[in-house]
């Protein structure tokens, strides 16, 4: 492994915290290719009437540079 990237992206999801990370690792497959690290950074949720309806993660995803 040569070189790495690094992007920060936000993962959602309405079910927890894992999900929301493999929900973003899903989505930045589709347009980047070689992911090879994550790094959850911070976990947060936004709560309605008393019960969390959305869990976040902040995180970082490493992938191999190409030429």
């Given at each position: 492994?040569?070189?790495?990237?690094?992007?920060?992206?936000?993962?959602?999801?309405?079910?927890?915290?894992?999900?929301?990370?493999?929900?973003?690792v899903t989505l930045a497959s589709k347009t980047v290719?070689?992911?090879?690290?994550?790094?959850?950074?911070?976990?947060?949720?936004?709560?309605?009437?008393?019960?969390?309806?959305?869990?976040?993660?902040?995180?970082?995803?490493?992938?191999?540079?190409?030429?």
């Open positions: 492994m040569g070189a790495m990237i690094v992007r920060e992206m936000v993962g959602t999801s309405s079910h927890s915290w894992s999900d929301a990370a493999r929900q973003a290719r070689n992911i090879r690290t994550v790094e959850v950074i911070q976990s947060t949720a936004r709560v309605e009437n008393g019960e969390i309806v959305e869990y976040r993660v902040q995180m970082k995803i490493g992938f191999e540079y190409e030429e």
